[in-house]
């Protein structure tokens, strides 16, 4: 399947990628197109771009409503989802640690990237870790 978002990515997107190969579409392709378009290409699934199905809702991240469309109930994600939230979005209160340092390593990710692919196969390893690293942590 094919998917679109824009470029640029970072924690959001960065976490979205990863999803979509590791839960949802192993043969995902991506494609990124400018900030601001708003007309997504033919065929694609758009994702983080606001207005679309699969974005910011609620106050809540992209990452979140895709758990919420697939209806991913894993502990994990859940976890994952909250600090990609924090990372993501301004919040009020902050709860989770790692919010901070996960979006400073997307940022840095992508900066050391040529493109987004790149970018986001580069990514994929932190949140292949994270998700590890939640999974041993009790509750």
Not at 30 to 50: K, N, R, V
Not at 61 to 87: G, K, N
Not at 102 to 123: F, H, K, M, Y
């Amino acid at each position: 399947m094919k998917w679109v978002t824009w470029e640029n990515i970072g924690v959001d997107r960065m976490a979205c990628g990863w999803l979509i190969r590791k839960f949802i579409d192993p043969d995902a392709e991506f494609s990124f197109i400018p900030m601001g378009q708003s007309a997504p290409l033919e065929g694609a699934e758009p994702f983080d771009i606001p207005g679309v199905r699969l974005s910011h809702h609620q106050g809540h991240c992209s990452f979140y409503a895709m758990l919420r469309e697939y209806t991913f109930d894993d502990p994990v994600l859940q976890r994952i989802a909250r600090i990609v939230d924090e990372a993501d979005i301004v919040q009020e209160v902050n709860v989770e640690a790692a919010a901070p340092g996960l979006d400073l390593l997307c940022r840095g990710v992508r900066l050391i990237s040529p493109d987004d692919q790149v970018a986001l196969e580069r990514g994929a390893l932190i949140y292949d870790a994270l998700y590890a690293q939640l999974a041993v942590e009790p509750g």
